[in-house]
């Protein structure tokens, strides 16, 4: 897939403008790979959590963003799509019945291509601050891909853009990287081989949510988080 040419003309202006505009705390980047496949898996608070970690990390992390930010008319459109393009985005339909596979999809062929890709195992903003049940698609790319996973725990992003509120606000953040999960290969601290496949997922995607858990201190809901109308 080509680089969006919007990518290489923004993204060398937004994220440093971001940052000294937002001044993150950052701590952990060390544990990010300068290059090669990996996912970025995080907490979600708020809608700004994706364009948060593309901020602070040096090198392209993809996200998957609503096509609607993609496709609107007039100047509000063109503003949309170079906003998302500059941080690296690629479109998906979420209201599509096949985007979820369509979505893991996408995923692969970022991390074939030795790119980063983030996530969020929750599946949907935390309205209540709790960190809720993985789903089992991280584990599914981490197998599958053979990359490392790095858990990412946010903290504050909650009050920079509120759930319901359009534009972000004045707020400091704190962005902490755990270090690397590897679930397959000769790093890989557990072997799955010969584990039933649901299994071996449900088992991944339970490590990562501990790591992330580890670094953000939130409450653990125990069941898995709904997406509302409005997310």
């Known amino acids: 897939m080509a680089e969006d040419p919007l990518y290489r ?29 990996v996912l970025l898996a995080s907490n979600h608070l708020s809608f700004v959590d994706s364009v ?17 930010y993609f496709t609107g008319s007039g100047l509000g ?22 985007a979820a596979l369509s979505s893991l999809d996408t995923a692969l062929g970022v991390l074939a291509r030795g790119e980063a890709f983030g996530l969020y195992p929750e599946g949907t903003r935390s309205r ?3 960190l809720y049940r993985g789903r089992t698609g991280v584990a599914h790319l981490a197998l599958t891909a053979g990359v490392p996973v790095v ?7 909650e009050r920079l853009q509120p759930i319901g509120s359009r534009v972000p606000r004045l707020a400091r953040v704190t962005v902490r990287f755990g270090a690397p999960i590897h679930v397959t290969g000769p790093s890989a601290e557990t072997s799955y081989d010969g584990v039933p496949l649901g299994r071996a997922r449900r088992e991944v995607t339970d490590r990562i949510m501990t790591a992330i858990q580890a670094l953000t201190g939130q ?9 509302a109308a409005d997310a």
């Open 52 to 68: 948060v970690i593309p901020v602070v990390v040096p090198r392209k992390v993809v996200f998957l963003a609503k096509s609607d």
């Open 151 to 157: 858990p990412v725990g946010l903290i504050g992003t």
């Open 219 to 227: 409450q653990e809901a125990g069941v898995y988080n709904e997406r």
């Open 128 to 130: 209540d601050g709790r």
């Open 77 to 98: 459109g063109a503003v949309s799509r170079a906003w998302f393009s500059g941080l690296g985005m690629l479109p998906v339909d979420r209201d599509d019945p096949r």
């Open 9 to 37: 003309l923004l993204h060398p202006v937004l994220p440093p403008l971001a940052r000294a505009v937002w001044r993150p705390r950052v701590e952990g980047l060390h544990h990010v790979p300068a290059t090669g496949g």
